[in-house]
C-alpha cells in the first residue's frame, strides 16, 4: 500500500512538473523608447526685424570749410538670411533694408554764384553682407561685411555681433556696423558719407528638423 502511494505521489509530481514547463516564462516589461532630443543647429533660414541709433560723420574732401551738421538719430527696418553650420562655424549671408532718422544737412556756394546750395542725405540704406562667426551651442559670434547701397550712391559696410537662440526658433542679436559711401555730389565734388550703426534684432529662424 505504501510502495502505491509513493507511485501516486512521483506521478502527480512529474505531471506537474510537465504543466509547470509548458507554461510562458515571465520576463520584465521592455523599457520605453524615448526619443532623442535633436540638436541644435544654426542651420536654415530666418527673417526679423531691428531697430537701433546711427550717428552719420559726413564731410567733403574737397571743401572742409562746408557747414555740415553731424547728426544722429533712429534706424530701423527688416533682415532676411541664411546660416550654415560646419562643426562649430557658421557661414552665412544676410540682406537688410534700414530707414534712418539722421543724416547730414549743409550749405555750401558749389557754383559760385553767392547762393547755398543745399544738401541733405537719404533717410535709408541697405546691405548685403556675409557672416561668419564661432558658435557656442545656441550662442553664436561673428563677423560681418559686404556691400551697402543708398539713393545714389553704393559703398561698403562691415561690423560685427552676438546673436542668441532662446528656443529652436526665436533668436536676438545685438550687432555693430560701419558704413561708407561715396558719391559725386553737386557739382561734382566728391563727397565721402560714413556713418555708425548700433542695432538689436530679432530673427524668427525655420528650423531644419
Known amino acids: 500500500m505504501k510502495k502505491i502511494l509513493l507511485a501516486s505521489v512521483a506521478l502527480f509530481g512529474f505531471a506537474g512538473a510537465a504543466s509547470a514547463a509548458d507554461l510562458p516564462m515571465r520576463s520584465a516589461p521592455p523599457a520605453p523608447i524615448v526619443a532623442a532630443a535633436p540638436i541644435f543647429t544654426w542651420t536654415g533660414f530666418y527673417v526679423g526685424v531691428n531697430a537701433g541709433y546711427g550717428w552719420s ?4 574732401d574737397a571743401f572742409d570749410a562746408a557747414d555740415v551738421d553731424d547728426d544722429g538719430g533712429f534706424v530701423g527696418g527688416a533682415q532676411v538670411g541664411y546660416n550654415y553650420q560646419i562643426g562649430s562655424f557658421v557661414v552665412g549671408l544676410e540682406g537688410d533694408i534700414q530707414y534712418a532718422d539722421f543724416g547730414a544737412e549743409g550749405a555750401f556756394d558749389f557754383d559760385g554764384d553767392g547762393d547755398d546750395d543745399t544738401f ?16 557656442f551651442g545656441q550662442a553664436l559670434i561673428y563677423a560681418t561685411g559686404g556691400f551697402a547701397f543708398a539713393d545714389d550712391a553704393n559703398g561698403w559696410t562691415v561690423g560685427g555681433g552676438l546673436e542668441y537662440a532662446f528656443t529652436n526658433n526665436l533668436s536676438a542679436k545685438i550687432e555693430g556696423l560701419y558704413v561708407n559711401f561715396e558719391e559725386d555730389d553737386i557739382a561734382g565734388f566728391e563727397m565721402e558719407n560714413d556713418f555708425g550703426v548700433v542695432r538689436a534684432g530679432l530673427n524668427f529662424r525655420f528650423g531644419t528638423y
Do not use: M, P, Y
Not at 541733405?120 to 558658435?135: K, Q
Open 57 to 60: 560723420n559726413d564731410d567733403f
Open 120 to 135: 541733405e542725405s537719404s533717410d535709408w540704406f541697405g546691405t548685403v553682407r556675409a557672416r561668419a562667426g564661432v558658435a
